[in-house]
Protein backbone atom coordinates (compact mmCIF):
# COMPACT_ATOMS: atom_id res chain seq x y z
CA UNK A 1 0.00 0.00 0.00
CA UNK A 2 1.56 3.47 -1.05
CA UNK A 3 1.39 6.12 1.20
CA UNK A 4 0.65 10.01 1.17
CA UNK A 5 2.52 13.39 0.74
CA UNK A 6 1.92 16.19 2.28
CA UNK A 7 3.83 19.30 1.10
CA UNK A 8 3.43 21.62 3.39
CA UNK A 9 4.27 25.37 3.70
CA UNK A 10 4.75 26.55 7.99
CA UNK A 11 4.87 29.97 7.48
CA UNK A 12 7.35 32.49 8.45
CA UNK A 13 7.70 31.28 11.70
CA UNK A 14 4.35 32.41 13.91
CA UNK A 15 2.33 29.22 14.33
CA UNK A 16 -0.52 31.08 14.49
CA UNK A 17 0.13 31.79 10.87
CA UNK A 18 -0.36 27.89 9.77
CA UNK A 19 -3.58 26.57 7.81
CA UNK A 20 -5.67 24.32 9.36
CA UNK A 21 -5.14 22.02 6.30
CA UNK A 22 -1.21 22.10 7.65
CA UNK A 23 -2.58 21.25 11.29
CA UNK A 24 -4.26 18.51 9.79
CA UNK A 25 -1.21 17.34 7.67
CA UNK A 26 1.06 17.08 10.77
CA UNK A 27 -1.80 15.64 13.20
CA UNK A 28 -1.38 12.87 10.25
CA UNK A 29 1.75 12.63 9.48
CA UNK A 30 3.67 9.57 10.70
CA UNK A 31 7.39 11.01 9.20
CA UNK A 32 8.11 14.91 8.72
CA UNK A 33 11.09 16.00 7.13
CA UNK A 34 11.43 19.13 8.34
CA UNK A 35 13.46 22.19 6.92
CA UNK A 36 15.47 24.01 9.48
CA UNK A 37 13.55 27.12 9.34
CA UNK A 38 10.66 25.82 10.73
CA UNK A 39 10.46 26.24 14.43
CA UNK A 40 9.54 24.23 17.50
CA UNK A 41 6.15 26.15 17.93
CA UNK A 42 5.07 24.40 14.47
CA UNK A 43 6.46 21.02 15.43
CA UNK A 44 3.67 21.18 18.53
CA UNK A 45 1.12 19.94 15.89
CA UNK A 46 2.61 16.61 14.95
CA UNK A 47 1.10 13.73 15.78
CA UNK A 48 2.52 12.03 19.53
CA UNK A 49 5.03 9.58 18.07
CA UNK A 50 5.60 10.65 14.96
CA UNK A 51 9.14 10.46 13.67
CA UNK A 52 10.58 14.01 12.71
CA UNK A 53 13.88 14.42 10.48
CA UNK A 54 15.27 17.54 10.38
CA UNK A 55 17.08 18.19 6.53
CA UNK A 56 17.82 21.66 6.73
CA UNK A 57 19.57 23.52 3.69
CA UNK A 58 20.32 26.95 4.72
CA UNK A 59 22.44 28.80 3.06
CA UNK A 60 26.14 28.20 4.24
CA UNK A 61 25.70 26.19 6.62
CA UNK A 62 25.89 22.06 6.09
CA UNK A 63 22.73 20.89 4.56
CA UNK A 64 21.24 18.06 3.08
CA UNK A 65 21.28 16.96 -0.75
CA UNK A 66 17.96 17.80 -2.78
CA UNK A 67 18.49 14.41 -3.96
CA UNK A 68 18.61 12.69 -0.84
CA UNK A 69 15.85 14.46 0.53
CA UNK A 70 13.68 12.96 -2.54
CA UNK A 71 14.93 9.92 -1.57
CA UNK A 72 13.81 10.01 1.73
CA UNK A 73 10.00 11.34 0.87
CA UNK A 74 9.67 8.80 -1.89
CA UNK A 75 11.20 5.44 0.48
CA UNK A 76 8.89 6.24 3.14
CA UNK A 77 5.74 6.84 1.35
CA UNK A 78 6.76 3.62 -0.58
CA UNK A 79 6.62 1.73 2.93
CA UNK A 80 3.17 3.18 3.54
CA UNK A 81 3.22 5.59 5.68
CA UNK A 82 1.62 9.37 5.92
CA UNK A 83 4.57 11.57 5.20
CA UNK A 84 4.84 15.57 5.91
CA UNK A 85 7.43 17.50 4.01
CA UNK A 86 7.64 20.58 6.18
CA UNK A 87 8.89 23.69 4.58
CA UNK A 88 9.46 27.51 5.66
CA UNK A 89 6.89 29.74 4.17
CA UNK A 90 5.12 28.51 1.09
CA UNK A 91 6.56 25.57 -0.16
CA UNK A 92 6.20 26.93 -4.21
CA UNK A 93 8.13 29.77 -3.53
CA UNK A 94 12.12 29.34 -3.78
CA UNK A 95 11.04 26.39 -1.78
CA UNK A 96 11.83 23.86 -4.65
CA UNK A 97 8.67 22.30 -4.29
CA UNK A 98 8.50 22.59 -7.69
CA UNK A 99 11.29 19.55 -7.89
CA UNK A 100 9.67 17.82 -5.12
CA UNK A 101 6.56 17.17 -6.77
CA UNK A 102 7.91 16.37 -10.20
CA UNK A 103 10.47 13.27 -8.32
CA UNK A 104 6.67 12.21 -6.86
CA UNK A 105 5.17 12.03 -9.19
CA UNK A 106 7.93 10.10 -11.12
CA UNK A 107 7.61 7.78 -8.58
CA UNK A 108 3.90 7.53 -8.92
CA UNK A 109 3.32 8.90 -5.26
CA UNK A 110 0.10 10.68 -4.50
CA UNK A 111 0.75 13.83 -3.17
CA UNK A 112 -0.80 17.34 -2.23
CA UNK A 113 0.38 20.77 -1.37
CA UNK A 114 -0.96 23.05 1.32
CA UNK A 115 0.13 26.82 0.75
CA UNK A 116 1.92 28.61 3.68
CA UNK A 117 1.69 32.29 4.39
CA UNK A 118 5.23 33.20 2.69
CA UNK A 119 7.99 35.72 4.12
CA UNK A 120 6.96 38.27 1.77
CA UNK A 121 3.53 38.83 2.98
CA UNK A 122 4.13 38.24 6.71
CA UNK A 123 7.05 41.26 6.31
CA UNK A 124 4.95 43.54 4.19
CA UNK A 125 2.32 43.15 7.26
CA UNK A 126 5.61 43.51 10.06
CA UNK A 127 6.07 46.76 8.36
CA UNK A 128 2.42 47.78 7.93
CA UNK A 129 2.87 48.42 4.66
CA UNK A 130 0.64 47.03 1.61
CA UNK A 131 2.83 45.52 -1.17
CA UNK A 132 0.51 46.86 -3.90
CA UNK A 133 -1.01 49.86 -3.55
CA UNK A 134 -3.29 51.82 -5.54
CA UNK A 135 -1.81 54.73 -5.44
CA UNK A 136 1.72 53.50 -5.93
CA UNK A 137 2.00 50.26 -7.86
CA UNK A 138 0.08 47.93 -9.60
CA UNK A 139 1.76 44.76 -8.80
CA UNK A 140 5.20 43.99 -6.76
CA UNK A 141 8.19 41.63 -7.64
CA UNK A 142 9.50 38.89 -5.57
CA UNK A 143 12.65 38.18 -6.70
CA UNK A 144 16.39 36.04 -5.38
CA UNK A 145 19.01 37.61 -4.43
CA UNK A 146 21.18 35.01 -4.54
CA UNK A 147 23.85 34.98 -6.34
CA UNK A 148 23.92 31.74 -8.35
CA UNK A 149 19.93 31.53 -8.91
CA UNK A 150 20.26 35.39 -9.32
CA UNK A 151 23.22 36.25 -10.95
CA UNK A 152 21.13 36.48 -14.55
CA UNK A 153 18.86 38.67 -13.30
CA UNK A 154 18.06 41.61 -15.76
CA UNK A 155 17.95 44.33 -12.45
CA UNK A 156 17.64 47.14 -15.13
CA UNK A 157 14.61 45.43 -16.69
CA UNK A 158 13.05 44.94 -13.21
CA UNK A 159 14.00 48.30 -11.98
CA UNK A 160 11.73 49.98 -15.33
CA UNK A 161 8.90 48.48 -14.34
CA UNK A 162 8.68 51.00 -11.37
CA UNK A 163 7.32 48.03 -9.14
CA UNK A 164 8.25 47.50 -6.01
CA UNK A 165 11.04 44.47 -5.42
CA UNK A 166 10.93 41.99 -2.41
CA UNK A 167 14.08 40.09 -2.52
CA UNK A 168 14.57 36.76 -0.76
CA UNK A 169 17.63 35.61 0.58
CA UNK A 170 19.53 39.35 -0.20
CA UNK A 171 20.94 39.93 2.84
CA UNK A 172 24.47 38.02 2.42
CA UNK A 173 24.81 39.88 -0.63
CA UNK A 174 23.40 43.21 0.53
CA UNK A 175 26.41 45.19 -0.91
CA UNK A 176 26.31 43.82 -4.72
CA UNK A 177 22.52 44.01 -4.50
CA UNK A 178 22.53 47.90 -4.20
CA UNK A 179 25.36 48.69 -6.72
CA UNK A 180 23.98 46.55 -9.17
CA UNK A 181 20.10 48.63 -8.58
CA UNK A 182 21.64 51.83 -8.61
CA UNK A 183 23.84 50.95 -11.56
CA UNK A 184 20.27 49.96 -12.83
CA UNK A 185 18.84 53.62 -12.21
CA UNK A 186 16.64 53.32 -9.13
CA UNK A 187 16.75 56.36 -7.09
CA UNK A 188 19.43 56.50 -4.40
CA UNK A 189 16.78 57.80 -2.12
CA UNK A 190 14.27 54.99 -2.87
CA UNK A 191 13.17 53.59 0.28
CA UNK A 192 14.17 50.09 1.57
CA UNK A 193 13.14 48.19 4.24
CA UNK A 194 14.50 44.79 5.46
CA UNK A 195 12.65 42.74 8.05
CA UNK A 196 14.61 39.28 9.82
CA UNK A 197 13.39 36.66 11.82
CA UNK A 198 9.08 38.00 10.87
CA UNK A 199 6.66 37.13 13.50
CA UNK A 200 9.43 35.06 15.53
CA UNK A 201 9.95 36.82 19.25
CA UNK A 202 13.30 37.74 17.42
CA UNK A 203 11.58 39.87 14.70
CA UNK A 204 13.86 42.99 13.35
CA UNK A 205 13.23 45.70 10.79
CA UNK A 206 14.60 48.58 9.90
CA UNK A 207 13.88 51.31 7.16
CA UNK A 208 16.19 53.20 5.43
CA UNK A 209 16.80 54.24 1.74
CA UNK A 210 18.70 52.35 -0.71
CA UNK A 211 22.14 54.00 -1.05
CA UNK A 212 22.38 53.33 2.67
CA UNK A 213 20.79 49.81 2.72
CA UNK A 214 23.84 47.25 3.20
CA UNK A 215 25.78 49.69 5.79
CA UNK A 216 22.40 50.03 7.48
CA UNK A 217 22.52 46.03 7.52
CA UNK A 218 25.81 45.91 8.59
CA UNK A 219 25.92 48.45 11.54
CA UNK A 220 22.38 47.06 12.79
CA UNK A 221 23.35 43.54 12.06
CA UNK A 222 20.60 42.70 10.77
CA UNK A 223 21.08 38.93 9.55
CA UNK A 224 19.42 36.12 7.32
CA UNK A 225 16.56 35.05 6.84
CA UNK A 226 15.53 38.53 5.98
CA UNK A 227 13.52 40.09 3.41
CA UNK A 228 14.43 43.44 1.89
CA UNK A 229 11.28 45.96 0.84
CA UNK A 230 12.60 48.57 -2.03
CA UNK A 231 10.18 50.84 -3.45
CA UNK A 232 7.73 53.63 -2.81
CA UNK A 233 5.42 51.31 -0.80
CA UNK A 234 8.25 51.32 1.68
CA UNK A 235 7.98 54.90 2.76
CA UNK A 236 5.24 54.98 5.06
CA UNK A 237 6.71 51.83 6.86
CA UNK A 238 8.57 53.76 9.61
CA UNK A 239 5.54 55.90 10.97
CA UNK A 240 2.99 52.34 10.05
CA UNK A 241 5.12 50.48 12.14
CA UNK A 242 5.13 52.41 15.28
CA UNK A 243 1.57 52.72 15.26
CA UNK A 244 1.51 48.81 14.79
CA UNK A 245 0.31 47.22 17.49
CA UNK A 246 2.73 45.61 19.62
CA UNK A 247 3.42 41.63 18.80
CA UNK A 248 2.92 40.78 22.74
CA UNK A 249 -0.85 41.61 22.51
CA UNK A 250 -1.44 38.61 19.79
CA UNK A 251 -3.65 36.46 21.59
CA UNK A 252 -2.83 33.74 23.60
CA UNK A 253 -2.04 30.01 23.10
N1 LIG B 1 9.61 29.14 0.88
C1 LIG B 1 10.02 30.28 1.69
C2 LIG B 1 11.28 30.92 1.14
C3 LIG B 1 12.50 30.02 1.22
S1 LIG B 1 13.95 30.81 0.63
C4 LIG B 1 8.87 31.28 1.77
O1 LIG B 1 7.89 31.14 1.03
O2 LIG B 1 8.94 32.20 2.60
C5 LIG B 1 14.67 31.44 2.15
C6 LIG B 1 14.51 32.93 2.22
O3 LIG B 1 13.17 33.25 2.59
C7 LIG B 1 15.37 33.59 3.27
O4 LIG B 1 16.67 33.85 2.80
C8 LIG B 1 14.61 34.88 3.51
O5 LIG B 1 14.84 35.80 2.47
C9 LIG B 1 13.18 34.40 3.40
N2 LIG B 1 12.62 34.04 4.72
C10 LIG B 1 12.19 32.83 5.11
N3 LIG B 1 11.70 32.88 6.36
C11 LIG B 1 11.84 34.14 6.79
C12 LIG B 1 11.51 34.83 8.00
N4 LIG B 1 10.94 34.22 9.04
N5 LIG B 1 11.81 36.16 8.07
C13 LIG B 1 12.34 36.82 7.03
N6 LIG B 1 12.67 36.20 5.86
C14 LIG B 1 12.42 34.90 5.74
Redesign the pocket.
Known amino acids: MTGFVYLV ?1 A ?3 DPELLTLKAVKALARAEVVLC ?1 D ?1 VGEGVLVHVRAGARIVRVGK ?2 GCRSTPQEFIQRLMVREARRGRVVVRL ?9 R ?1 GEECEALRAAGIPFEVVN ?5 L ?2 ATALGIPLTHRALCHGAILV ?3 EREGGKTDWRALVATGLPLV ?5 ARCEALQAALLEAGMAPAMPAAA ?6 AD ?1 RCLVTRLDRLAGSLRREALA ?5 VIGEVARSAAGNRAALPLRAARLPG
Open positions: GGPGDLRGKGGDPFVFGGGITAAAATGHIYMGVVSNVTRESPAIL
